[in-house]
């Protein structure tokens, strides 16, 4: 699923910003609790979401949401020249082309600053695990990703298209233990 476009750098615009993919602790059984979990992240996914403005998508699962993390996510993915729409997290405070909006004091839309865009993508990336897969593990959460935003970047193609333009990207099948292995 990753495209050639998969790995060309966006450019121009690109929102960003992250999301937790999983369950509630409190809706978990006493048991099946993580004991010591961060308040914001609990025991879910981390996904890194950038969009170009009318143009791909990309999200990337990541361990912990620090600017450790993120920094080199955002170096491969994004051109040096493109400018940034995110949150006002401190994690993106680093980004020198940073335009941001201020959720804390409601701001949602800053002149042409918005996180609009990626925040709808996220939520049909979620409706997609919920309604199809109804869960996945943080295992196989990349692959997930990947085939939505393959789905999300050819949204525009015809049903054959898409199965044409897939069949010349795969070049090869993925083996059930390839798939759990590796």
């Known amino acids: 699923m990753e495209t050639e476009s998969f790995k060309k750098p966006l450019k121009n615009i690109v929102e960003v910003d992250e999301t937790y993919v999983g369950g509630k602790e409190s809706n978990k059984h006493k048991?099946?609790?993580?004991?010591?979990?961060?308040?914001?992240?609990?025991?879910?996914?981390?996904?890194?979401?950038?969009?170009?403005?009318?143009?791909?998508?990309?999200?990337?699962?990541?361990?912990?949401?620090?600017?450790?993390?993120?920094k080199p996510i955002l170096n491969r993915h994004i051109s040096k020249n493109a400018t940034i729409h995110t949150d006002e997290s401190p994690v993106y405070k680093f980004l020198k082309n940073r335009k941001f909006v201020n959720h804390h004091q409601k701001q949602y839309v800053n002149c042409s600053v918005t996180t609009n865009h990626i925040e709808g993508v996220f939520s049909h990336f979620k409706r997609n695990i919920k309604g199809i897969y109804h869960w996945c593990s943080k295992k196989h959460i990349q692959m997930y990703a990947n085939m939505f935003c393959f789905r999300w970047n050819t949204r525009d193609f015809s049903l054959q298209d898409r199965i044409t333009f897939f069949e010349n990207i795969s070049g090869k099948r993925i083996q059930y233990e390839e798939l759990i292995n590796g």
């Open 31 to 70: 048991d099946k609790r993580t004991q010591a979990y961060n308040k914001v992240q609990g025991d879910k996914a981390p996904i890194l979401g950038m969009q170009e403005l009318a143009g791909d998508l990309k999200l990337v699962h990541f361990e912990k949401t620090n600017r450790e993390n993120i």
